[in-house]
């Protein structure tokens, strides 16, 4: 079956800095890739997607980039904020079928 | 429009005890998820549900774990004997048919003691 790694946490980083999540897949086919985010005592919140390789899924200053070649799926922001604070989750799902998550990152911003 | 609801959002039982948990899906999506999220894990499928019927229940524990969605609306999740490995996030979320993204509730954290 399908199955994400993502780097293990936490991550801890000063505002304005520059950040990187790994996340790798293994999927048989052609995958939708989404990064999820969970603030503290919240339910998970869909931040962007990718459905094809090479596709860029963005939202709010984040990003990241289907690659099929290396079937990694990184999230990417350039200057990280206080309030970007959470869990991210990578996962993948194919048409209606509910994503399989990987095991979150923890992400930790100081001013 | 209105989130997924869930209640309650707390609750702690001993082990062996029962326990329910429900479910309000945004209004008109048929696809409905029970999801359990252990403690430093990502979200695992419990069940899915098309409306009022079944569509994958492969990683529900049905010695113990039990769900359904009668109306195609609301849904409950129940545990009967609760055991200590139960405690985590029991999270709901629901979608289109045709959707590849799904719509989370809050959870409800459940601890057995």
């Known amino acids: 079956g399908d199955s994400v790694t993502q780097m293990e946490g936490p991550v801890t980083l000063s505002e304005e800095a520059f950040l990187t999540i790994n996340c790798t897949y293994t999927a048989t086919g052609y995958p939708s890739l989404f990064w999820y985010v969970q603030y503290p005592g919240e339910g998970l919140q869909l931040l962007l997607k990718?459905?094809?390789?090479?596709d860029k899924g963005s939202n709010k200053g984040f990003e990241a980039t289907y690659r099929k070649e290396t079937t990694s799926f990184h999230l990417e922001k350039g200057s990280v904020q206080v309030s970007d604070s959470a869990v991210y989750f990578c996962?993948?799902?194919?048409?209606?079928?509910?994503?399989?998550f990987g095991r979150g990152t923890s992400l930790i911003v100081h001013p | 429009e209105a989130g997924v609801a869930q209640s309650p959002r707390y609750k702690i039982i001993e082990k062996r005890q029962s326990v329910a948990f429900w479910c309000n899906p945004i209004?008109?999506?048929?696809?409905l998820y029970w999801y359990q999220q252990i403690l430093g894990q990502g979200p695992k499928l419990l069940i899915q549900f098309q409306n009022n019927g079944v569509v994958d229940d492969s990683q529900l524990p049905k010695d113990r774990f039990s769900a359904e969605r009668l109306k195609g609306v609301d849904s409950t999740l129940k545990i009967q004997p609760a055991k200590l490995e139960d405690s985590a996030v029991y999270l709901c979320?629901?979608?289109?048919?045709?959707?590849?993204?799904?719509?989370f509730g809050s959870g409800t954290r459940l601890t057995v003691v």
């Open positions: 990718a459905t094809k390789a090479d």
């Open positions: 209004s008109g999506h048929a696809t």
């Open positions: 996962a993948v799902g194919r048409g209606s079928y509910i994503p399989t």
């Open positions: 979320a629901s979608s289109l048919p045709t959707a590849s993204e799904n719509t």
